[in-house]
């Protein structure tokens, strides 16, 4: 065990499955002392074997109150905060098909950017108290590209890429803002990933065919490898990484 985050306090939103339940699982197998959260009802009981560094808790990052609450709680519970990694997030598939597209619009955008803007704005006071600390923000590669329209992921209106943009672009100005205060901010930026969020694409044989083609690697990727990834960027190991955004997407990018 490499213990990369030893004594590290951590707060996980959207902890209750895909990849914000893989980055508590790594965290916690890292060392690391963690608060999960979540707006779903989760137990997260499989990972009950470190009981006294795992505390759930549930809420919405869209509502400023659960944020500041869950950094007091974790405050409260570990004594410190060090990490705060912003895995909460919905796209407007997962929606019902009679939500108005406004409404739409809307909801994918208050979770993705704003429940990532609230978090952060909770938690940075904490991270100074702290001495500094690191700031991990899951955007996505529809930060950079769109969809194909091969796929009809999309009609042009999609909430999704402009909301992971956005959250892109606050990850890269709040890092310049608090550098100089030992402040770490970065972007992970998953390709397709294997998850609850992405369920309702790689279930159809077709459109999985299509996503896989787009993956140079071969394969669409599992939320293991983006915790592997933003666990490097909570660490120490990561103390001259700050502003940047890290794809994860088996050259979907790079194509």
């Known amino acids: 065990m490499s213990n990369l985050l030893t004594n590290k306090v951590a707060i996980v939103t959207g902890a209750a499955s895909g990849i914000g339940k893989s980055t508590v699982e790594r965290f916690l197998s890292e060392g690391a002392r963690v608060l999960a959260v979540d ?3 989760f137990t997260l009981s499989e990972l009950s074997l470190t009981p006294n560094n795992l505390k759930i808790d549930q809420g919405d990052v869209r ?14 519970l570990f004594g410190c905060l060090d990490i705060v990694v912003n ?3 919905i796209s407007a598939r997962t929606l019902s098909d009679d939500v108005d597209f406004e409404q739409k619009w809307d909801e994918v955008v208050s979770v993705n950017l704003k429940g990532t803007m ?12 702290s001495g500094g600390g690191a700031i991990v ?9 769109g969809y194909d329209p091969v796929m009809s992921l999309s009609d042009g209106f999609s909430p999704y890429p402009p909301s992971k943009g956005g959250v892109l672009q606050l990850t890269r100005d709040l890092a ?3 550098a100089s205060k030992k402040i770490r901010v970065n972007a992970v930026c998953p390709g397709f990933v294997y998850t609850k969020l992405t369920k309702a694409v790689t279930d159809s044989p077709d ?3 299509a996503l896989v083609a787009k993956h140079p690697i071969g394969r669409l990727g599992e939320p293991a490898e983006i915790a592997s990834v933003i666990t490097f960027l909570a660490s120490d190991e990561a103390s001259f990484v700050t502003g940047a955004a890290w794809t994860v997407d088996g050259g979907y990018t790079a194509a």
């Open 39 to 41: 707006r779903e009802d």
């Open 118 to 129: 609230l978090m952060c704005h909770s938690a940075v006071p904490a991270l100074l108290q």
């Open 176 to 178: 310049l803002q608090v």
């Open 87 to 89: 895995s909460a997030g």
């Open 137 to 145: 923000n899951l955007a996505s590669i529809m930060s950079f590209v």
């Open 207 to 209: 459109i999985h065919a």
């Open 63 to 76: 509502d400023r109150n659960d944020c500041i609450r869950w950094v007091e709680a974790a405050l409260g």
